[in-house]
């Protein structure tokens, strides 16, 4: 289908990641908080951001396995109503109970199942919804967006929810939830092509190890740069939310405006990106070493300064930096596998972004014990890695090469060109 007939349907699929994002990032801003409303520690407090992302590291595999034997919608509606019950569980057990922090972090078990099924399924999603290699390019930036858009809106929403109660960002989960549901129920169309035979499961086993023979070297180093992009933005984030509350007393809206200064220039960056790479391999490829060289040297100047204005400078750079990377990532991933496959190695990928997700706030709780330099320094050392990977294990042969290519892009290729001579 042609992207222009796509735009409730886009639109509905970009609500997923948007909402799913505001279920987790708007309670950075409350957790300083949570602390002391709970009486827990620094660790305890990271464990209810953490407990969700490894919790969705765990069940993504299955659900990318699961829409590419049942369908996407029929994972994904199911997802969106466990994530908005375990949002519940938090947000009434903080409610009614004095010592709800156990509690809340089942309610977080259940919300990190139901994100398992909801927005990793997405990237997959749009590469079924369209033909075209540079409609699905600008399709994945604008779902990069609104999951970057998400984090832009998290900390001030969170913040200014908090403000009436601290837990009322647990109580809107459902809501939002249930707002997305509700779009994907009447808007998103399942594409045609997605009703196909259903592999068994040996068999499916056996052309995912086949992928990685072939392909494992360039996913490795995507998975790696992903991971590594999360851990960037949560662990800034946290170490950003606790800084601004403890040493300048800065809460509420405020403290929400601030946090968003980062997220939008990584938002800003995210759209730009996927409306500008199209099909262009090669491009992706530079522009994915280029913004993680952007952010080794942003965090690399973070860590020379304890100045706030200069850190945020820094952060705001670095935030460009991650959102040229991103696009270019999930558009390698997208594009570079079969219809068949696409959900578990999509959701295998996203697995990997959690993993950074859930280890930015428990590493930068105990770096920022150490020193501000420690800190800076060690994720300036992990950005570098990633530029690394970027620069020389992503490595197309050119604007569509064929190790890149899906058999049925690939079968297209072959075609044109034959036809050329």
Request: proline share 5%; glycine share 8%.
């Amino acid at each position: 289908m042609d992207a222009e007939k796509k735009n409730w349907d886009l639109a509905s699929v970009a609500s997923i990641p948007l909402i799913m994002t505001l279920g987790n990032s708007m309670l950075i801003p409350t957790l300083p908080t949570i602390k002391k409303t709970l009486g827990v520690t620094s660790f305890q407090v990271s464990m209810i951001i953490t407990v969700y992302s490894i919790v969705a590291i765990l069940f993504i595999p299955l659900a990318g396995y699961l829409s590419d034997q049942y369908g996407r919608k029929k994972v994904i509606i199911p997802a969106l109503i466990i994530a908005a019950i375990g949002g519940l569980i938090s947000g009434l057990a903080a409610w009614w109970l004095t010592n709800s922090y156990w509690l809340i972090l089942v309610g977080r078990l259940f919300q990190g199942i139901g994100a398992a099924g909801a927005a990793p399924i997405v990237m997959p999603l749009v590469g079924d919804m369209f033909n075209s290699d540079e409609d699905v390019s600008t399709g994945l930036g604008l779902i990069e967006t609104a999951n970057t858009f998400g984090k832009v809106l998290s900390p001030i929403v969170g913040a200014a929810l908090a403000m009436v109660v601290w837990y009322l960002p647990f109580l809107t989960i459902p809501v939002f939830c249930m707002i997305s549901l509700l779009m994907v129920l009447f808007f998103v169309k399942t594409p045609s092509k997605q009703d196909q035979k259903k592999q068994p499961f040996s068999l499916f086993i056996r052309s995912i190890r086949n992928i990685f023979a072939q392909k494992g070297r360039w996913l490795y180093a995507i998975f790696a740069v992903g991971g590594i992009a999360m851990f960037v933005v949560f662990g800034s984030l946290f170490y950003l939310s606790s800084l601004l509350e403890d040493r300048y007393g800065l809460e509420g809206v405020i403290k929400g405006l601030i946090l968003a200064i980062p997220l939008l220039a990584l938002c800003i960056a995210s759209y730009a990106t996927g409306k500008s790479i199209g099909s262009n391999k090669m491009l992706m490829k530079w522009i994915s070493f280029g913004g993680c060289l952007l952010v080794t040297v942003a965090i690399s100047f973070a860590a020379m300064f304890t100045n706030i204005y200069y850190l945020l400078a820094a952060l705001f750079v670095g935030g460009i930096g991650i959102g040229l990377c991103l696009p270019c990532l999930d558009t390698f991933i997208t594009e570079g596998i079969s219809k068949q496959e696409r959900g578990t190695i999509s959701s295998l990928y996203s697995s990997m972004r959690f993993i950074g997700v859930s280890a930015g706030p428990p590493v930068v709780s105990i770096l920022e014990a150490i020193s501000h330099r420690v800190l800076f320094f060690t994720i300036s050392g992990v950005c570098a890695v990633a530029a690394v990977l970027a620069l020389f294990v992503i490595k197309p042969l050119s604007n569509t090469p064929e190790e890149l290519l899906s058999p049925e892009r690939l079968h297209k290729v072959m075609v044109r060109r034959k036809s050329r001579s």
